[in-house]
């Protein structure tokens, strides 16, 4: 497998980014749904997957497999096309090298942050409606319940600082698979920050778009709740507060500083910054 060298794909993620911020709203629309829909079906994998897996491999190696599990998810989106708010970030480069104006990465932005929304939302009722969160005994519904409870109960500092971590990862995963020139190596460059931010325990904003709505339609459920014992802040669960306040806000501050600080700009100045721009 080969790759390209870390300054052709600095000069690549310029080109996309133009071309990225010049799309029309409806495709925007059209690839930003796919991006959150496919991360809405790589969720409830890795909800799956993980619903049992701590008491058989123990919590490291299960969240290990879950975060192999989850990187499909980008590994998708990149082979298959799709507009995800967080690689996104990545426009900054074409901004910043005065390729594009920062409005147009706005424009971008927030489109996409809307339609991952929709497709997030989108997946969130058609796997609801498929109630497969009563596969083992409800145990699969007992793992979303429990993920959405525990996003919404991070503090403002430490959602935004997974945040920073998490699209730190995400864009440098986006920026890997970039330099990759054949489906099995972009497949794997996708695949090992992905992993490594899921481990972790990073919260990535468009993630939560599915995670947390889960939770708040399986909140619902009796036989879930029930199954699920007590939950101590499953009160922070709500819509208003819970989803955009407490989660999304400091999760998408973060995300951004991550993506555009630590990946768009720290490249941008080694391999895109004039000389004469640099001072002694």
Excluded at 183 to 207: C, D, N, Q, R, W
Aim: aromatic share 10%; with cysteine; glycine share 10%.
């Amino acid at each position: 497998m080969e790759c390209l060298p870390p300054a052709s794909i600095a000069e690549s993620m310029v080109a996309s980014g133009e071309r990225k911020a010049n799309l029309s709203v409806a495709h925007l629309l059209i690839l930003g749904v796919l991006a959150g829909a496919y991360i809405g079906f790589v969720g409830q994998f890795f909800t799956i997957v993980t619903s049992d897996l701590s008491q058989y491999v123990g919590i490291g190696l299960s969240r290990l497999i879950g975060g192999l599990s989850f990187s499909v998810a980008l590994i998708m989106i990149v082979l298959s096309g799709g507009e995800l708010f967080t690689g996104n970030s990545l426009l900054a480069m074409a901004a910043f090298s005065h390729r594009i104006r920062w409005s147009r990465v706005a424009r971008n932005w927030a489109w996409v942050y809307v339609a991952n929304l929709l497709g997030a939302l989108l997946l969130v009722v058609a796997l609801f409606g498929t109630r497969q969160y009563a596969t083992n005994g409800n145990a699969v519904g007992v793992n979303a319940l429990r993920l959405a409870v525990a996003k919404v109960n991070l503090s403002f500092w430490a959602a935004f600082l997974r945040g920073i971590l998490c699209n730190w990862l995400v864009c440098l995963a986006v920026w890997m698979a970039a330099g990759a020139t054949d489906t099995i190596g972009k497949a794997v460059a996708a695949m090992l920050p992905i992993t490594v931010f899921v481990a972790s325990g990073f919260e990535h904003s468009v993630a939560d778009m599915f995670f947390v709505p889960m939770g708040l339609l399986l909140k619902k459920v009796p036989s879930v709740v029930a199954a699920a014992g007590s939950l101590p802040g499953i009160e922070h669960l709500t819509w208003g507060s819970g989803l955009f306040i407490r989660c999304l806000l400091p999760v998408t501050l973060g995300n951004l500083v991550g993506g555009v600080v630590f990946v768009a700009g720290l490249y941008w100045t080694v391999y895109l910054r004039p000389t004469g721009d640099r001072s002694c």
